[in-house]
């Protein structure tokens, strides 16, 4: 079946603690995002990657780190996260730029 | 800046009446414009595209540029229509390539029975 797929689901942390959150992709999509969703702010981007080794920040990249080094994975690094990183988190991927967007079922993730 | 509104948190509804999500943006260039919904417990789906003009689920949405709108639209809402919906802008970014989407906050549908 074709889709994103993100783990961990659920994340329960504190200040400081590096956390990767995992994102692939069997699509062979060449494009891959990640947003993050907060009540009464929608959805912002906050890294994308054209493609292996291309990558770039989104409106809301701080705290936050990604590397692209296959086609399908995408993760997203929290080097030292902190309670204002307290998110629901979706990674995306598309075909091309297109704007079709598939996404995956969301981290949801709790910095204490 | 571009920029994408959606005016209503929340539009409550009852099954049967007419239903329109509101969606103004602003953009300077020639805008592609998507209605993606959130089903409770489901990822986020593309529900539909302005230059597909298609009409999916019974929803319809009309690009006007003059008004900077594209509101989506159903003429008689169902229980199963209650989900988050989000407007969302393409070619947002410094290059049109960059598939990069600009979401607007949502709007939760709720359809009373």
């Known amino acids: 079946e074709a889709q994103v797929t993100q783990n961990p689901r659920y994340l329960i942390t504190v200040t400081g603690k590096k956390l990767t959150v995992t994102c692939s992709q069997n699509m062979n999509h060449e494009y891959m995002s990640w947003y993050r969703q907060d009540p009464g702010l929608g959805l912002r981007q906050i890294y994308y990657?054209?493609?292996?080794?291309?990558?770039d920040k989104g409106d809301v990249p701080e705290g936050y780190k990604v590397s692209r080094k296959e086609k399908r994975n995408f993760p997203l690094i929290l080097e030292s996260p902190s309670p204002n990183q307290t998110s629901l988190y979706f990674c995306a991927s598309s075909p091309s730029s297109s704007g079709e967007l598939f996404f995956g079922e969301g981290s949801r993730l709790t910095v204490l | 800046a571009q920029r994408v509104t959606q005016p209503e948190k929340l539009l409550s509804v009852f099954k049967g009446a007419p239903v329109e999500l509101k969606c103004n943006y602003s953009y300077s260039g020639s805008p592609e414009l998507f209605w993606y919904v959130q089903y409770s417990r489901q990822r986020l789906q593309l529900l539909l595209r302005h230059i597909s003009r298609e009409s999916i689920k019974g929803f319809t949405a009309d690009l006007n540029k003059g008004e900077t709108s594209f509101h989506l639209k159903k003429p008689f809402a169902q229980e199963e229509d209650s989900a988050m919906y989000y407007c969302a802008l393409s070619g947002a970014g410094p290059s049109s390539n960059t598939g990069k989407l600009i979401f607007g906050q949502g709007t939760t549908l709720q359809v009373k029975p």
């Open positions: 990657s054209m493609n292996v080794e291309v990558t």
